[in-house]
């Protein structure tokens, strides 16, 4: 009987995993996977790029006149930056998390866990 019950839960895990696992897609290489996020154009993938970089050297120097003063896009621009964040999140995986707690709550208050 355990077995059975044990197969359905399995049964259960792979239908959740094809509907959940969604922000990781597959790539050729077995050891990688790849992330996706959405952009209008290159020149705002670019701005993401650099804004991130931009972002990281602030958090190391503390100081903002590292950049050219001549660069009037020399500002950061946070809420791109948090867009795209946003976007990488894994918020499916997150839900599948919270389905596998519930057939763990299940399974643990069958065996008296």
Do not use: W
Not at 7 to 35: D, G, H, S
Not at 72 to 100: H, R, W, Y
């Amino acid at each position: 009987m355990e077995t059975n019950e044990t197969e359905k839960n399995l049964e259960k895990l792979r239908k959740l995993t094809a509907q959940y696992f969604t922000t990781l897609k597959p790539t050729n290489n077995k050891n990688a996977q790849m992330v996706q996020f959405k952009v209008l154009n290159y020149l705002e993938l670019g701005c993401v790029i650099t804004d991130m970089l931009k972002l990281c050297i602030l958090a190391l120097d503390h100081d903002m006149n590292n950049f050219s003063t001549k660069d009037k896009n020399s500002s950061i621009n946070v809420a791109l930056i948090l867009e795209t964040v946003v976007q990488m999140f894994p918020l499916d995986e997150m839900e599948f998390l919270g389905c596998i707690g519930e057939i763990l709550g299940e399974s643990c208050a069958d065996t008296g866990m």
